[in-house]
């Protein structure tokens, strides 16, 4: 293969792992942005929790303060068997008693039924906080290892860009901006291996002769079709 398309092919390797690289930074803002809402949503799981659990004990105290009431009422009724006179008050005290009772019997219930979704609560928040600090610490981690990663492909970057200046540096300006011109239009691929008789990015299949000139080696071809610039990969041993 002549020098010419050695740095052809060199430049669109590097130009593809520059593009490669560049996505990759353009994709670590979501990945970041991915872990912060992770986070904050195990938090606000907990908030929610917390919020559950200052409800049912206010439920509770004032299930218990109506329970106080009624238990009130009753005493006030065990005060005022000694002073009825008639058999009929004391039928009429007896409803009122029956009435009370029944009112606390379903005020206890219904505070027992706090109660237990105050344990179910409790185990709630037990795992939202569990889940809150594996998340803060996973997503520490995490953030550390795409801010490697970002450095690593700043770095990278950096490295192939002055190789490419090399390579650029190289060629004939006119068969530079040829190069820039088709990577431009055929969305980041100037320089493509011919497989076979057909060219690998479009899939025309060429014409003999054609191939016979991208066989030699010794000088630019094109695809008659995509108009990309052709060569025979060397075969891996």
Not at 7 to 30: C, F, M
Not at 69 to 86: G, I, M, N, S, Y
């Amino acid at each position: 293969m002549s020098p010419v398309l050695v740095s052809l092919v060199a430049l669109q390797s590097l130009d593809t792992a520059s593009d490669s690289a560049r996505k990759r930074l353009a994709e670590l803002p979501a990945a970041e942005q991915a872990i912060a809402t992770r986070v904050a949503d195990t938090a606000s799981a907990v908030d929610r929790a917390h919020a559950r659990a200052a409800e049912n004990i206010q439920a509770r105290r004032a299930l218990e303060k109506d329970a106080a009431l009624v238990e009130t009422r009753l005493a006030r009724f065990d005060d005022h068997k000694a002073a009825v006179k008639t058999n009929q008050e004391y039928k009429a005290l007896l409803h009122e008693i029956e009435i009370a009772r029944g009112e606390k019997d379903a005020l206890e219930e219904r505070i027992l039924v706090l109660l237990l979704e105050a344990d179910a609560i409790s185990a709630d928040l037990t795992a939202a906080e569990a889940a809150r600090a594996d998340a803060a610490r996973e997503g520490e981690q995490a953030r550390a290892a795409l801010g490697a990663e970002r450095s690593t492909l700043e770095s990278d970057l950096h490295r192939l860009a002055a190789e490419r200046s090399r390579e650029a540096a190289a060629l004939d300006p006119a068969l530079a901006a040829k190069y820039d011109q088709l990577l431009k239009q055929r969305r980041g691929l100037a320089v493509v291996p011919m497989h076979g008789d057909t060219c690998s990015a479009c899939r025309l299949r060429l014409r003999p002769h054609v191939t016979q000139q991208v066989r030699r080696g010794d000088s630019v071809v094109q695809c008659e079709s995509c108009q990309r610039i052709l060569y025979v990969a060397p075969v891996p041993p």
